[in-house]
Every structure is written in structure tokens, then in C-alpha cells.
């Protein structure tokens, strides 16, 4: 896995006074499964277009295995794209769709026929074989485009929004045959989407891309759980972002002051002057939830009064609930705090969480430490 198979070393590419990519650096490792994650417009696809010969660069270099491609033709890489259209042949039938790209490489009619059946029982396309594309559904369009690619056993192949045009269960199924297929063949897959859970389940690594610029690159954990910038924090999920203070900053804790007198903790990964601002970033299923205000005589960490004892959490707040969005396995709590700040808060419904706050409910918000990330600018 680490081995690099594909290097990009100062790519760019400019339409007119646009700015559509880099210049960046990116190095992909062999059987990886890399996902490209970012908004309409911020230059995955471009990218894609430029590492398949189908866009010159402006600048820059691509390696494949140390050796130069830049100026390769398409037809001449050692890949295969995967449009997001699926661009099958209408006039023939799946299995003649399969087999185009392998008459074209001029193999034997033997090896081209093994591969063909080969491909159909990996993606369960048998039934279908002899249909055209009409004829089948949009999920089975979408297996004979990958079976398509994949029959010339290319050692990259790229996807350029796969499951677009899959509907909600469909491209949950596909995904996992997604994971299979590439776990199985151990082909290099890199794919371009704007879907962050589609990222974030698929990927062994991924790179969050903005205005043509790589703004993150790690595991989905590293980047969902520690994103190094305000953008990747808002773009990968629900999050609530804190504007601060630094009051005090040693080596093993920030103390910092947010409005409405909240006072914060947490882990810097670097020196902060006092004085200075920042922003911290906070997950809602990060945020522990005390008992409404009915059973403040039960929780006196929840008063926070002259004459109650200090909340013993390093982070803490207390709030009404404004609104309760039911998610199925999860809800999602808005909640107006004491701060005036508002507040996110996922809570899982099963047996445990029966006794949820209802609307209007006074709770008490408290999260440790390790779960505020400080974000880079």
C-alpha cells in the first residue's frame, strides 16, 4: 500500500483567468481506494480529465511508476476512465459493450471471450447478458460501465461520479460492491464525488479539494475526526464552530474565551500567543447531554449559581432546545444556549436514549478536551 503508483508534482490547469487546478502535489499508492471530495465546481473532475490525457496541463508533471505520461495520449495510459455517464454503445448488446474495449486492444477472440464471462458472474450481470442498455435498469448500466473498464485489468482506474445518478438504496448497494470489487481485483481506484458519506464509507484515503487546491489529505478518520481547516470541517459533516480567544496555551492544554462568557479547553498543536484568535471545531455527537431542569436538584453540576459546586467537565454549557430532527438510527438536537450560542447535538435513538428532552426542555451541554479540534486558517 505504499508504494507510489501515481505522482502529481505541480499540476495546473487554467481556463482563461479561472484557476481550475493546483498547482498541487498528490501521491497515490498502489491498491488504494482514493477518493477526490469536494462542492460542484472545485476541480475533481478537471483533475480527473488531466490524469486521463483528456486535458494538456498547464504545468507540471504526471508519473505513473516513476515514469513521465504527461504528454501520453489517452489510449496510451496505463488506465481507464469511468465516465460519469456510464457512455455505453446503445446499438450493442452488455456483453459486446464489455468486449469493445478488448477487440480494440486487438486480444484474441479466446481471451477476449474469458474475460467477457468473467466479468459478467463478478458483477452479476449474466442474466442480462444479451440485452442493450435500454433494456436494463440504471444500476445494472452502472455495473456493465465498471465491468466495461475493468475487463482490460488496467492498475488505475478512475470514476468520475460513479453513482450519481443512483438512487439513495441503490448506490448504498453499490458502494459495497464498489468496496468488493476493488478489495477483490486490487485495482488502484481513484474517485471523483461530491457525496461526502459516499467519501468517507469508501475510501482508504481521500483529499478534500477547493477552488483547484487539495485542502486535506488522510484517512476518512484523520480528516472527519481532526480536519486541519475550517472549510473541511464545515464541508465533511454537521459541525459546530466556536470563534475564540486564547487566554493561555502550554504544552498540554489551550484555555480559551468564546462570546457569551464561555470559557473553553482544549489540545493545541502548537504554540498560541495569548490574545490571539482562532476557531475550534466541535462534532454534535461529541456533546453529552444532562437531564432537563426538572431534575436539576438531582444534577447540581447543571447550576452553575454561586452556590453550586463548578461543572467537573472541562467544557460545558446549558441550554434550551429549539428544535428535534428525527434521522432514523439518530437525532439532531438545536439548542439555544446560556451562551447564546447555538447548538448541535446528535443523540442515537435506541433503548438507551428513550428519554429524550423534548422542545423547550432546559439541558445541560458538556464535552471533553480531546473533542475540540483547532482549526488552521
Same mark, same amino acid.
Given at each position: 500500500?505504499?508504494?507510489?503508483?501515481?505522482?502529481?508534482?505541480?499540476?495546473?490547469? &487554467?481556463?482563461?483567468?479561472?484557476?481550475?487546478?493546483?498547482?498541487?502535489?498528490?501521491?497515490?499508492?498502489?491498491?488504494?481506494?482514493?477518493?477526490?471530495?469536494? =462542492?460542484?465546481?472545485?476541480?475533481? &473532475?478537471?483533475? !480527473?480529465?488531466?490524469?486521463?490525457? !483528456?486535458?494538456?496541463?498547464?504545468?507540471?508533471? @504526471?508519473?505513473?511508476?516513476?515514469?513521465? @505520461?504527461? %504528454?501520453?495520449?489517452?489510449?496510451l495510459?496505463?488506465?481507464n476512465?469511468?465516465?460519469? &455517464?456510464?457512455?455505453?454503445?446503445?446499438?450493442?448488446?452488455?456483453?459486446?459493450?464489455?468486449?469493445?474495449?478488448?477487440r480494440?486492444?486487438?486480444?484474441?477472440? =479466446?481471451?477476449?471471450?474469458?474475460?467477457v464471462?468473467?466479468?459478467?458472474?463478478?458483477?452479476?450481470?449474466? %442474466?442480462?447478458? +444479451?440485452?442493450?442498455?435500454?433494456?436494463?435498469?440504471?444500476?445494472?448500466?452502472?455495473r456493465?460501465?465498471?465491468?466495461?473498464?475493468?475487463?482490460?485489468?488496467?492498475?488505475?482506474?478512475?470514476?468520475?461520479?460513479p453513482?450519481?445518478?443512483?438512487?439513495?438504496?441503490?448506490?448504498?448497494?453499490?458502494?459495497? #460492491?464498489?468496496?468488493r470489487?476493488?478489495?477483490?481485483?486490487?485495482t488502484?481506484?481513484?474517485? /471523483?464525488?461530491?457525496?461526502?458519506?459516499? $467519501?468517507?464509507?469508501? =475510501?482508504?484515503?481521500?483529499?478534500?479539494?477547493?477552488?483547484?487546491?487539495?485542502?486535506?489529505?488522510?484517512?476518512?478518520h484523520?480528516i472527519?475526526?481532526?480536519?486541519?481547516?475550517?472549510?473541511?470541517?464545515?464541508?465533511?459533516?454537521?459541525?459546530?464552530?466556536?470563534?475564540?480567544?486564547?487566554?493561555?496555551?502550554?504544552?498540554?492544554?489551550?484555555?480559551?474565551?468564546?462570546?457569551?462568557?464561555?470559557?473553553?479547553? $482544549?489540545?493545541?498543536?502548537?504554540?498560541?500567543?495569548?490574545?490571539e484568535?482562532?476557531?475550534?471545531?466541535?462534532?454534535?455527537?461529541? @456533546?453529552?447531554?444532562?437531564?432537563?431542569?426538572?431534575?436539576?436538584?438531582?444534577?447540581?453540576?447543571?447550576?452553575?449559581?454561586?452556590?453550586?459546586?463548578?461543572?467537573?467537565?472541562?467544557?460545558? %454549557?446549558?441550554? /434550551?432546545?429549539?428544535? @428535534?430532527?428525527?434521522?432514523?438510527?439518530?437525532?439532531?438536537? =438545536?439548542?439555544?444556549?446560556?451562551?447564546?450560542?447555538?447548538?448541535?447535538?446528535?443523540?442515537?435513538?435506541?433503548?438507551?436514549?428513550?428519554?429524550?428532552?423534548?422542545?423547550?426542555?432546559?439541558?445541560?451541554?458538556?464535552? +471533553?478536551? #480531546?473533542?475540540?479540534?483547532?482549526?488552521?486558517?
Amino acid at each position: 500500500m505504499n508504494e507510489v503508483l501515481l505522482e502529481l508534482r505541480g499540476l495546473s490547469r &487554467s481556463f482563461g483567468d479561472r484557476v481550475a487546478v493546483g498547482p498541487l502535489d498528490l501521491a497515490i499508492h498502489r491498491g488504494e481506494l482514493f477518493c477526490l471530495v469536494g =462542492a460542484s465546481g472545485c476541480g475533481k &473532475s478537471t483533475l !480527473l480529465r488531466l490524469l486521463a490525457g !483528456l486535458e494538456p496541463p498547464d504545468a507540471g508533471r @504526471i508519473l505513473f511508476e516513476g515514469r513521465d @505520461i504527461t %504528454d501520453a495520449p489517452p489510449h496510451l495510459r496505463p488506465l481507464n476512465l469511468m465516465f460519469q &455517464s456510464y457512455a455505453l454503445f446503445p446499438h450493442l448488446s452488455v456483453r459486446n459493450n464489455i468486449a469493445f474495449g478488448l477487440r480494440q486492444a486487438r486480444l484474441a477472440p =479466446a481471451e477476449i471471450a474469458q474475460r467477457v464471462e468473467a466479468m459478467l458472474a463478478l458483477l452479476h450481470l449474466e %442474466d442480462c447478458a +444479451d440485452r442493450h442498455p435500454r433494456q436494463i435498469s440504471g444500476g445494472q448500466r452502472q455495473r456493465v460501465a465498471l465491468a466495461r473498464a475493468l475487463a482490460r485489468r488496467p492498475p488505475l482506474l478512475l470514476l468520475d461520479e460513479p453513482l450519481g445518478a443512483l438512487d439513495r438504496k441503490l448506490r448504498e448497494a453499490t458502494r459495497e #460492491e464498489l468496496r468488493r470489487l476493488q478489495a477483490e481485483l486490487g485495482t488502484t481506484f481513484v474517485l /471523483v464525488t461530491h457525496d461526502q458519506e459516499e $467519501a468517507l464509507s469508501l =475510501a482508504t484515503r481521500m483529499a478534500v479539494m477547493s477552488a483547484g487546491h487539495l485542502l486535506q489529505i488522510g484517512t476518512p478518520h484523520e480528516i472527519y475526526t481532526r480536519p486541519a481547516r475550517r472549510e473541511v470541517a464545515e464541508f465533511l459533516g454537521r459541525v459546530n464552530l466556536i470563534e475564540a480567544v486564547v487566554d493561555r496555551c502550554t504544552e498540554e492544554q489551550l484555555e480559551c474565551s468564546a462570546a457569551g462568557g464561555l470559557a473553553l479547553r $482544549a489540545h493545541s498543536p502548537a504554540a498560541l500567543v495569548p490574545g490571539e484568535s482562532l476557531h475550534l471545531a466541535l462534532r454534535p455527537e461529541s @456533546i453529552r447531554l444532562s437531564p432537563s431542569d426538572s431534575s436539576l436538584n438531582s444534577n447540581p453540576h447543571l447550576d452553575h449559581g454561586p452556590d453550586r459546586d463548578p461543572d467537573p467537565r472541562p467544557n460545558h %454549557d446549558r441550554g /434550551v432546545v429549539t428544535g @428535534i430532527s428525527y434521522l432514523g438510527n439518530h437525532s439532531l438536537l =438545536a439548542i439555544t444556549g446560556r451562551s447564546h450560542r447555538r447548538w448541535l447535538v446528535q443523540v442515537g435513538n435506541d433503548r438507551a436514549t428513550q428519554n429524550l428532552p423534548a422542545v423547550g426542555d432546559d439541558v445541560g451541554l458538556s464535552w +471533553d478536551t #480531546e473533542a475540540m479540534v483547532v482549526l488552521g486558517a
